[in-house]
Nanobody, 124 residues
Framework: QVLLLESGGGLAQPGGSLRLSCAASGMIFVLNRMGWYRQAPGKQRELVAMLARGGTTNYADSVKGRFTISKDNAGNTVYLQMNSLKPEATAVYYC??????????????????WGQGTQVTVSS
């Protein structure tokens, strides 16, 4: 019903920048929230940034002031602008969304969706 496709990962030097994008496709009724988690080897998956319908944002303390999440109002796409990158940002970044889809004329069903992940590596 819903597919999340990430892009924009790659290699950056410390202090550099990358921009991730996540495009949601499918029969989307309400996109309640959409954002990014990341997971480094040997560590638990953690929230990086999240954007809710009303524009409320939530960032991990470690990225505040350096990462910015935004949404393309023309489509179901969110972006994560990552500036002043540090080596500890190296991880697989996963798009995450909570989306309601219409299953019939009077019923909708909401669920979480995950992208396959995109690798971000920050190294000299």
């Amino acid at each position: 019903q819903v597919l999340l496709l990430e892009s924009g990962g790659g290699l950056a030097q410390p202090g550099g920048s990358l921009r991730l994008s996540c495009a949601a496709s499918g029969m989307i009724f309400v996109l309640n929230r959409m954002g990014w988690y990341r997971q480094a080897p040997g560590k638990q998956r953690e929230l990086v940034a999240m954007l809710a319908r009303g524009g409320t944002t939530n960032y991990a303390d470690s990225v505040k002031g350096r990462f910015t999440i935004s949404k393309d109002n023309a489509g179901n796409t969110v972006y994560l602008q990552m500036n002043s990158l540090k080596p500890e940002a190296t991880a697989v970044y996963y798009c995450n969304a909570y989306i309601a889809v219409r299953v019939c004329s009077t019923v909708s069903s909401a669920d979480e969706y995950w992208g396959q992940g995109t690798q971000v590596t920050v190294s000299s």
